[in-house]
T-cell receptor
Framework: QQQVKQSPQSLIVQKGGISIINCAYE??????FPWYQQFPGKGPALLIA?????SEKKEGRFTISFNKSAKQFSLHIMDSQPGDSATYFC??????????????FGRGTQLTVWP | GAVVSQHPSRVICKSGTSVKIECRSL??????MFWYRQFPKKSLMLMAT?????????EQGVEKDKFLINHASLTLSTLTVTSAHPEDSSFYIC????????????????FGEGSRLTVL
């Protein structure tokens, strides 16, 4: 059972365009939603994260939009660059107690930015 | 920032041998580390949660005797793939939590660079 559903599976965007990746979850106990960027042959690296008490978080060209009532969150990459080409994973975690740090990952989105 | 180091980054072994992968938190202590397995173009699958000073907690379907985890210190967890077979070939990734950051019950998770295991 996929705890976090991610779409699209792959995304092709022209340089300078906006890349949008969507995720949805069911477990309302989740209280921390990070996004990870992974390059081939490398481990995931934290890109940006949000908690459900805010609806949006922006860091540079990366923005998370969070809709608590719809149980959805999305990553927007503005002015997409070829160097952004990577696999992006959304994740969710119940960030307390015995499950502290236990991430549930989406299936990933392969982003390709054409120059 | 905090760094998690994995070693080796690549290992090739013969079928039937055992392989040990180390995961170290370089500048912070981690009472909990996580081991993931990732197949090509797939998501990360949590294998087990490694707890310093106690037994690891394995996810359903993961063989404890096959994937031995030892968390001997606050900066080191090891994953040993015993009697490896070609189907064990995969990308293994660990993560550790820097519990000194953030507020209570939070903390950023850092991932290692991963270890590519190929079993011939």
């Amino acid at each position: 059972q996929q705890q976090v559903k991610q779409s699209p599976q792959s995304l092709i965007v022209q340089k300078g365009g906006i890349s949008i990746i969507n995720c949805a979850y069911e477990n309302t106990a989740f209280d921390y939603f990070p996004w990870y960027q992974q390059f081939p042959g490398k481990g995931p690296a934290l890109l940006i994260a949000i908690r459900p008490d805010v609806s949006e978080k922006k860091e540079g060209r990366f923005t998370i939009s969070f809709n608590k009532s719809a149980k959805q969150f999305s990553l927007h990459i503005m002015d997409s660059q070829p160097g952004d080409s990577a696999t992006y994973f959304c994740a969710a975690v119940v960030d307390r107690g015995s499950t502290l740090g236990r991430l549930y990952f989406g299936r990933g989105t392969q982003l390709t930015v054409w120059p | 920032g905090a760094v998690v180091s994995q070693h080796p980054s690549r290992v090739i072994c013969k079928s039937g041998t055992s392989v040990k992968i180390e995961c170290r938190s370089l500048d912070f202590q981690a009472t909990t580390m996580f081991w993931y397995r990732q197949f090509p173009k797939k998501s990360l699958m949590l294998m087990a949660t490694s707890n310093e000073g106690s037994k690891a907690t394995y996810e359903q379907g993961v063989e404890k005797d096959k994937f031995l985890i030892n968390h001997a210190s606050l900066t080191l967890s090891t994953l040993t793939v015993t009697s490896a077979h070609p189907e064990d070939s995969s990308f293994y990734i660990c993560s550790a939590r820097d519990e000194s950051t953030g507020t209570a019950n939070t903390g950023e998770l850092f991932f290692g660079e991963g270890s590519r295991l190929t079993v011939l």
